[in-house]
């Protein structure tokens, strides 16, 4: 810090000298100016243009639906708890194997867990729940009037 000449009692000047952070600051400005044409790809490359045909491979998709009374069927066919498990351990040795379950809304929650249990006890670690949208949802919840 210098000295402040004006003032009568000779205090320390309370001004910042901005000269050193200006001059860091342009060293960086023409660094990174010069550096930054070396990151780009300078080579121009025209790839050439192949067609060809794209495998999507699905996995295989079993579904699975629970009644509102209780009976469980595999892919339009009814299966009891102990008959479902062995049909998808014959079916899991694909890895790609998924299952979708559609379940009755006024099904008990412990049929579908027992259906859900078959699934694990079988190997298949994909599966999911259907459900339809309700469209007569809000779409946001409004907060205390």
């Given at each position: 810090m210098s000295m402040d000449n004006y003032g009568s009692e000779g205090g320390m000047m309370s001004e910042i000298n901005v000269t050193p952070l200006v001059d860091v600051m342009l060293v960086l400005l023409t660094v990174f100016i010069v550096t930054a044409p070396?990151?780009?790809?300078?080579?121009?490359?025209?790839?050439?243009?192949?067609?060809?045909?794209?495998?999507?491979?699905?996995?295989?998709t079993a579904h699975i639906?629970?009644?509102?009374?209780?009976?469980?069927?595999?892919?339009?066919?009814?299966?009891s708890q102990a008959q479902l498990e062995t049909q998808l351990k014959s079916a899991s040795v694909n890895p790609n194997y998924?299952?979708?379950?559609?379940?009755?809304?006024?099904?008990?929650?412990?049929?579908?867990?027992?259906?859900?249990?078959?699934?694990q006890r079988a190997g298949i670690a994909k599966f999911s729940f259907v459900m339809l949208p309700d469209v007569a949802a809000p779409k946001s919840v409004p907060t205390g009037a």
């Open positions: 070396l990151l780009m790809n300078a080579v121009s490359v025209k790839l050439p243009k192949a067609s060809a045909e794209v495998a999507i491979t699905k996995p295989k639906s629970v009644t509102d009374n209780g009976d469980i069927y595999l892919d339009q066919t009814k299966y998924a299952v979708e379950i559609y379940a009755d809304e006024k099904v008990f929650y412990g049929v579908v867990a027992k259906v859900m249990a078959a699934i």
